[in-house]
């Protein structure tokens, strides 16, 4: 990483997203989703910044509310420093261009009837960076650069196999140059074997080109692999922010360390007897008071049933929303 | 060693397509104790699961069948015996676990009453006492509230508890084999060690053996005590737990662990195998993994290569290790 004074690629500030859940049928019985309740935290350029959380815990929505795919309930959203929010037309769809993502299962962004070469290609057509000859050229390039074969693009998506097609998902998302990327479960849908390719392509061409990435997982070692910093999310809450040396050797929320705890690792004389975080993730539809984590921490005192913890700083870039880390 | 609680030799699974033969399980031979977690890993499509529906007889026919080999459980070969006869060991004597509990349960019972049919198609028991055994089961699985859980739906329970609630249903029953389909790839992190846990509790309370099908390598290095890697329609390589993870023999078990990313790497590249899993109609010849290895040798293109032992139990299929060179 270069030097401190690195502008911030993008940050967000009291980001919300509520979904109604159900409508009553005569009166105002709505319920709704907290997906994201109140979310901190910037990406550095040039950085990795993971998302780390359980299914439902609103890591995919914050990448979507990033990305403009969904309108924030509150908060504000800032690329280089400027609120989207106040932009205008023009300079959103400028934003639009430099920012990208990549989903879990490439096929269903995929329309099955187009060939790759207007799959990689539309976007460039849409935004009026090439047309024609020179954009054919410009796919070409994306695809030999994601390991494909320029020879592709005469192709239809199901003719790939999966992790082929995330190789193409991927190569339409470089064909438009963007600064910003969003990896949404990148791997989760493939092998072993083919994850590792991936895996290893996301990294190169983030060091060749400089992207910031947010990477969105639940799997704990891919997490590892790739982020520069991480922040670990529950119930629509981000519980602790920290580089990834600093998250996986000194966790400070109770959450993370017993994620942390239950990491597998390929490794059978690690095994060891885990402390074994009973209950379940609760529904984010009239989520706990307080701390979201309350009902299922070991440690909870009285305050956790009533205030949720501000995010705040214990130094050595990490931050940890805990009522026990802030007493302290 | 006292005799295996299942042997396994020889077994052939082919699909007959319009397409051609799939060779999806191609000669696999394997054994698993009395009270033994065997784990049986590859990546999609390398024949792990066929072989478990053929140990159980229901790999979807036609296209799919047995067409040699035998599966020897309790002195019987399981692919010889009547199909009546194999009713009364299905669900009974070995049981399934899938990886998806949402398609397993039915949407419109109560759990208990599922985990109550369960209990009286394979045991003769007085009607009266089924509800108190099926809360039992639904209490050994951790389950809070059983005798209130009982009377709910499947929509009721969230992942975790709905692949509960299947592992209660198969209890229920106390089977000698547990077999357990990609157990965990379905549910969240924590969810996926209460799982382990409960497995590893079972087989210690009821020394039951448990066959593990999965492709998570952190899977099988927490809970397995021994291991078989299976490519393309062969098992590759067999060890003790240990020493696959710390002395693999084989190409493929060894660029298998390069791959899989976390602590021990840190941000290193990945190894990464090249080209792809090869098609069951046309496999390539010789050893299947040949293509991809990056010490294949003109022996390897022609031959399949014969199980060479290289190790206590340790066995590979690599004409590398061919009297016992390396």
Not at chain 2, 5 to 26: M, Q, S
Not at chain 2, 257 to 268: D, Y
Request: with cysteine.
């Amino acid at each position: 990483m270069m030097s401190k004074a690195v502008s911030k690629m993008v940050e967000v500030r009291g980001l919300k997203k509520y979904f109604i859940a159900e409508r009553g049928l005569f009166f105002g019985g709505k319920k709704w989703i907290l997906a994201v309740d109140g979310v901190d935290f910037h990406i550095e350029k040039g950085e990795i910044f993971g998302l780390v959380g359980e299914s439902g815990c609103g890591k995919s929505t914050v990448g979507k509310l990033i990305l403009g795919l969904l309108k924030p309930t509150a908060g504000r959203i800032y690329s280089d420093g400027q609120d989207i929010a106040d932009m205008n037309g023009g300079e959103v769809r400028k934003l639009r261009r430099r920012m990208s993502i990549v989903y879990q299962h490439p096929y269903s962004s995929f329309n099955p009837r187009m060939l790759v070469r207007d799959i990689v290609g539309r976007p460039l057509e849409t935004f009026g960076i090439a047309k024609g000859k020179e954009k054919d050229e410009l796919v070409a390039k994306a695809l030999k650069e994601v390991g494909l074969n320029p020879e592709h693009m005469f192709r239809y998506p199901h003719e790939f196999s999966g992790g082929q097609q995330q190789r193409i998902a991927v190569a339409r998302v470089l064909a438009l140059n963007p600064d910003f990327v969003v990896l949404d479960e990148p791997t989760s849908a493939l092998d072993m074997s083919v994850q590792a390719h991936i895996l290893n392509l996301l990294g190169h061409l983030q060091q060749k080109y400089n992207f910031s990435y947010l990477f969105i997982s639940h799997d704990l070692n891919v997490i590892e692999h790739m982020s520069d910093r991480i922040g670990v999310m529950y119930v629509g809450k981000l519980l602790e922010v920290a580089t990834r040396e600093e998250l996986y050797e000194n966790p400070l929320h109770p959450y993370t360390r017993f994620l942390l705890d239950a990491v597998l690792v390929p490794n059978p004389k690690r095994r060891r007897k885990r402390e074994i975080l009973g209950g379940e993730v609760p529904s984010s539809i009239n989520p706990p008071p307080g701390c979201r984590f309350h009902p299922r921490c070991p440690y909870a005192m009285d305050v956790c049933r009533r205030e949720f913890p501000e995010l705040v700083d214990v130094g050595r870039n990490h931050q940890v929303a805990c009522h026990l880390v802030s007493r302290k | 060693m006292a005799k295996p609680l299942l042997e396994v030799r020889g077994l052939k699974t082919y699909f007959f397509t319009d397409e051609g033969v799939v060779k999806a399980v191609d000669g696999v031979d394997f054994d698993i104790q009395e009270g033994e977690i065997f784990g049986l890993v590859g990546e999609s499509g390398c024949g792990k699961s066929v072989t478990v529906l053929s140990l159980l007889r229901v790999v979807p026919s036609p296209p799919g069948r047995i067409v040699g080999g035998k599966v020897m459980f309790e002195g019987r070969d399981l692919t010889k015996i009547s199909e009546g006869e194999m009713r009364r060991i299905r669900g009974a004597k070995i049981s399934m676990i899938f990886q998806d509990p949402h398609s397993s349960l039915n949407p419109v019972f109560r759990i208990g009453d599922q985990i109550a049919e369960a209990i009286q198609l394979h045991q003769r028991i007085d009607k009266k006492e089924v509800p108190s055994k099926a809360a039992e089961a639904l209490d050994l699985v951790r389950i809070p509230d059983p005798e209130d859980r009982m009377y709910q739906y499947p929509h009721q329970f969230s992942g975790g508890m709905k692949q509960r609630a299947m592992m209660a249903m198969m209890l229920a029953c106390n089977p000698a084999l547990l077999i357990a389909d990609e157990p965990t790839t379905a549910v969240d992190v924590t969810i996926q060690i209460q799982i382990l846990e409960l497995l590893k509790e079972l087989r210690r309370k009821r020394g039951a053996s448990i066959m593990i099908i999965t492709h998570n390598l952190g899977v099988i290095a927490e809970i397995c005590d021994r291991v078989a890697v299976m490519y393309a329609g062969n098992i590759v390589e067999q060890a003790d737990v240990v020493s696959l993870f710390e002395k693999p023999k084989h190409p493929y078990t060894l660029a298998l662990l390069g791959t899989f990313p976390g602590a021990e790497k840190k941000r290193g590249e990945l190894t990464v195998i090249p080209g792809f899993v090869p098609s069951l109609v046309d496999p390539p010849s010789g050893c299947k993994f040949h293509p991809r290895c990056p010490h294949a040798k003109s022996i390897c293109t022609k031959e399949m290569p014969p199980v060479v032992e290289v190790g206590e139990g340790h066995t590979v299929r690599c004409h590398l290790y061919e009297g016992g060179k390396r």
